[in-house]
């Protein structure tokens, strides 16, 4: 016997939507500073202009002023350079901080980039200081040398040359011009001979024996305010003097000495070399009073005024330089700690940028794997350089492309296994499921014999326990009554031909149940054998229909082959009653008590030929909606007052509904079960007529029970089979008419034991 | 954000820049002021006590020019907020030594303009120029309220120096200050 399935598809699951693919991660912002070389060749370039320019200065610096030097040189360069280490401090610390910061977080390379930078830094400050300070000491020192006592002592004494010479002539010029002055009042004042050839027949002599190179005589007089007129009286020069001389400051001299100005000097630069020096006396008249002044001018050759000038100058610079020692030390140490700095902050920088460099590739790398192990496979990193760096990051990105593809399939092929996953488990829970409701009973082994299905319907025909899976099947059908199965399996699994159909015989709750039983080879993919599966199923009602059929067709010949000749033997009997109704009356009653035994037993024939002929051909059901209950109150009054000693009990649910049922054919089950009830109780006992509505199967329950003797569990399958009687008398057709009745009607019957004694007739009929 | 600490590095270079101009006296106070308004001029005298020490005098003698100016404001007081300055001017006394002639040439100038000139070999002399002053006219009474009490405040400066520090600004120079009340 095959068992087919269905052959519409078990419903498949739906299963969400496949996760659409991560879009990819937009790129991190570049830093436009730090990594535009083009910006950086500029700053160099900035940077080594700067230097450039303050080398010039530098170098220029001995030749500022010193208020230039001190107020603006110095300054700028003082200005630059706590700005040059405000600007290392800065970068220090920010550093330093973000450094502690970052390895207090434990991110990434912090510790890395710490030594790194420590080593860098080391590298760059610790030179970088030791060389500013044995400059500096370089330098304090060799400013310190600059000026020395022998120095000092030439210097000194040039100038001092130079100063008394000055001097003594400047003093010899004075002296003339006192000593015309004391000899000119009464030539100014006296009125005897023209006063300028007085004059100058006193101070001619002086330039001609050129004791002086010019001699100058004004007059003083008192306006009417008492205001002071100087007036050029007469003049003699030299005509050695140089020409480009200026009168003008002998005039000013004059006025200065008039007015009683104490500096009574004067020098003048020729603009062709020399110098004039001047000296004023003022002439005092007899009163007391200034009437005239001299100016007696002597001259200093070019040669001698600017070797003297050299002499005083070279003093006067090294003095000056010795006087601004310090802030001229202090420019150059300026200016070496100021390029000191800008090294150091440049290296440092440098140093802190290539820090960076090298650990953030690897920073980015470390937190973008991170980020890939924690599945974010869109994370891709720009690679910033074009070096091993750049190469390294584009590695990176993919291997992270090369694994989101990866994850895609494997998404993909997960979901393609979860939707066939689902498919196999609708298919297995189908396959269960009709396992599980179909009538066929179903017990599957594998190759070593070992149980692996048991289907409920196999459970309840054969008894076994439904749980059993995973015993041998040889424990599980160890019972004898199961040794057809079990032999049926071991043919299969023996690898023999499949065997065929059998049918096989079991007794099952006091009955017989009938099984046809098929097994077969399950086979794997690959063809090898992989157990056995036994399918059977319950043919009893098909064995019990063929032989009612059977009976049937027997009864049916049987009636109508003895029916025939019935009559005729009855009426023979009959006319041989009639022939001898004149014999001798010995013969009279003969031949009457012969002839009625025939006429007898073939009525009775006859009846029981009716009764076949009636279980033969029984008409089809008439079934309208009947009241049970008043059918069976109908029947159980044509038993009222025929037994005394008989208690008919009926017990009806009044929820049960209208029955469609033939009510006749109804009534013949009652009656017939009814007389069988009467019976086996001897006519004395209790009958229990039991009514009961069962709305869940929609099954209308009749239930009629006696206290009889009950009746033997062998005899309860056969007590509706035809020609079956446990009675001395009778066709032994009533039971199987009854069956036969209720199985047209929709409906079963079934035999059991009454409690406490007894039996039990349940029918079960549609609503 | 990045641009904060640029910013405080640039706040740091300005107030570094200003500070000369914020800068405090230091040391006591060596300038003896008495101002002096009188027809319509505020007249301040003043002298500055040992404001020629060796190393100016050598300065001098080196033949670098010399001066000493004196920054002056008249300022008057403002209760719980910065004083408010009313006027200011400057005195500058200059001398410069002629190693060859060993003759000072000394000159004096007021905003700018030379009022006096002098030449001497005297170095009591020099000394008394750069640092005594009579009766100088600083500052006008046309912006001086009756009544009100002001104060002017002197700092002195010899140039050009011969100290150096790493410090931009000058904490060198002496001052002074005096009150006076101005009654028209």
């Known amino acids: ?767 | 954000m990045r641009r904060i600490p640029l910013l405080l590095l640039l706040a740091g270079l300005v107030s570094l820049a200003a500070a000369p101009q914020a800068a405090q006296p230091a040391g006591t106070e060596s300038i003896r002021v008495m101002p002096l308004p009188r027809d319509g001029q505020v007249y301040v005298s003043f002298e500055l006590a040992g404001g020629v020490t060796e190393e100016l005098r050598e300065t001098i003698r080196s033949g670098l020019q010399t001066s000493f100016a004196y920054d002056f404001e008249l300022r008057r007081g403002v209760p719980l907020w910065v004083d408010r300055t009313i006027a200011i001017a400057t005195v500058v006394a200059t001398v410069q030594f002629d190693n060859l002639t060993r003759r000072h040439q000394m000159s004096r100038l007021i905003d700018g303009r030379v009022e006096d000139a002098l030449v001497t070999e005297n170095q009591a002399e020099v000394d008394h120029w750069l640092t005594k002053f009579d009766r100088v006219p600083l500052f006008r009474t046309t912006e001086l309220e009756p009544n009100a009490e002001y104060y002017v405040r002197v700092r002195a400066r010899a140039r050009p120096r011969s100290t150096w520090s790493l410090l931009p600004w000058d904490r060198t120079g002496a001052w002074g200050h005096a009150r006076f009340t101005f009654l028209p």
């Open chain 1, 1 to 767: 016997m095959a068992l087919r399935l269905r052959d519409a598809e078990p419903p498949t699951p739906s299963l969400p939507d496949l996760p659409a693919p991560w879009p990819a991660a937009a790129a991190p912002r570049r830093r436009p500073f730090r990594d535009n070389s083009r910006l950086i060749l500029s700053g160099i370039l900035l940077l080594v202009g700067a230097l450039a320019t303050l080398l010039t200065i530098a170098n220029r610096s001995a030749a500022y002023s010193p208020d230039f030097l001190v107020e603006v040189v110095l300054y700028a360069l003082s200005v630059a350079d706590v700005t040059m280490l405000a600007a290392l401090v800065f970068v220090l610390a920010r550093n330093i901080v973000k450094l502690i910061v970052e390895r207090r977080r434990a991110l990434p390379f912090a510790r890395f980039r710490a030594k790194l930078v420590a080593v860098l830094l080391g590298m760059t400050l610790i030179p970088s200081v030791l060389v500013l300070i044995v400059g500096s000491e370089v330098i304090r020192t060799s400013a310190d040398r600059w000026f020395n006592a022998p120095m000092d002592e030439v210097l000194s004494s040039a100038n001092r040359i130079a100063s008394d010479y000055y001097r003594d002539r400047q003093k010899l010029v004075t002296d003339h011009a006192q000593r015309i002055a004391r000899m000119l009042p009464a030539e100014l004042t006296g009125a005897s001979v023209p006063m300028t050839s007085r004059v100058r027949d006193v101070i001619a002599p002086e330039v001609t024996l050129e004791r002086l190179q010019m001699v100058a005589v004004y007059g003083v007089h008192r306006g009417a305010e008492g205001a002071l007129q100087v007036v050029p009286v007469i003049d003699v020069a030299s005509p050695n003097l140089p020409a480009g001389y200026s009168r003008a400051a002998a005039d000013r001299l004059a006025e200065r000495t008039a007015s009683g100005g104490a500096e009574q000097r004067a020098l003048e630069t020729l603009a062709g070399g020399g110098e004039l020096m001047r000296a004023a006396a003022p002439v005092i008249g007899s009163d007391g009073r200034t009437v005239g002044v001299v100016v007696a001018t002597g001259l200093l050759s070019g040669d001698l005024a600017e070797r003297s000038r050299r002499m005083t100058r070279a003093y006067e610079d090294y003095m000056q330089l010795r006087v601004l020692k310090q802030p001229l030390t202090g420019a150059y140490l300026s200016f070496f700690l100021m390029l000191t700095l800008m090294i150091m902050v440049g290296a440092t920088w440098i140093g802190l940028y290539f820090a960076k460099r090298i650990t953030r590739p690897v920073q980015m790398l470390s937190a973008a794997a991170r980020e890939i192990g924690a599945g974010h496979l869109d994370r891709r990193l720009e690679p910033e350089t074009a070096d091993e760096f750049g190469s390294l990051v584009e590695a990176f990105n993919s291997m992270a492309g090369e694994l989101a593809a990866s994850r895609q399939k494997l998404e993909q092929s997960t979901y393609d296994l979860q939707r066939k996953h689902l498919e196999v488990e609708g298919r297995r829970r189908y396959i269960e499921t009709v396992l599980e409701r179909i009538a066929t009973g179903v017990i599957s082994v594998d190759a070593a014999g070992l149980v692996t299905t048991i289907n409920a319907s196999a459970a309840r025909l054969l008894g076994l326990d439904p749980y059993a899976t995973g015993r041998p099947a040889h424990d599980v059908l160890a019972r004898r009554d199961l040794a057809p199965l079990l032999d049926l399996l071991h043919k299969v699994l023996r690898g023999r031909a499949e065997p065929p159909a059998q049918e096989i015989a079991l007794m099952r709750d006091d009955r017989e149940v009938h099984l046809a039983a098929v097994a077969s080879a399950l086979h794997g993919e690959s063809g090898a054998e992989e157990g056995a599966v036994l399918v059977f199923d319950d043919v009893t009602p098909l064995i019990r229909s063929q032989k009612v059929a059977a009976w049937r067709e027997v009864a049916r010949r049987l009636a109508h082959e003895i029916k025939n000749p019935l009559t005729p033997i009855q009426l023979s009997a009959e006319r041989l009653r009639r022939h001898f109704g004149a014999a001798a009356p010995a013969t009279q009653a003969l031949v009457a008590e012969c002839t009625s035994t025939i006429v007898a037993e073939v009525d009775s024939l006859k009846g029981l030929v009716d009764e076949f002929s009636q279980f033969a051909r029984m008409p089809a059901p008439r079934a309208v909606p009947t009241d049970l209950h008043v059918l069976l109150d109908d029947t159980l009054t044509l038993y009222n007052g025929l037994f005394s000693h008989l208690r008919i009990d009926p017990r009806y649910d009044p929820a049960l509904p209208l029955v469609r049922v033939d009510p006749d054919q109804i009534k013949r089950v009652l009656v017939n079960l009814i007389d069988n009830a009467i019976e086996a109780t001897s006519r004395s006992g209790t009958i229990t007529i039991e009514t009961q509505h069962d709305p869940s199967n929609n099954l209308a329950r009749l239930v009629l029970a006696d206290n009889g003797p009950g009746i033997p569990p062998a005899d309860r399958d056969k007590l509706f089979m035809p020609y079956y009687s446990t009675k001395k008398r009778g066709s032994g057709l009533g039971l199987a008419i009854v069956r036969r009745i209720v199985a047209e009607h929709g409906g079963t019957i079934e035999v059991g034991e009454n409690t406490p004694t007894g039996a039990r007739f349940t029918i079960e009929l549609p609503c």
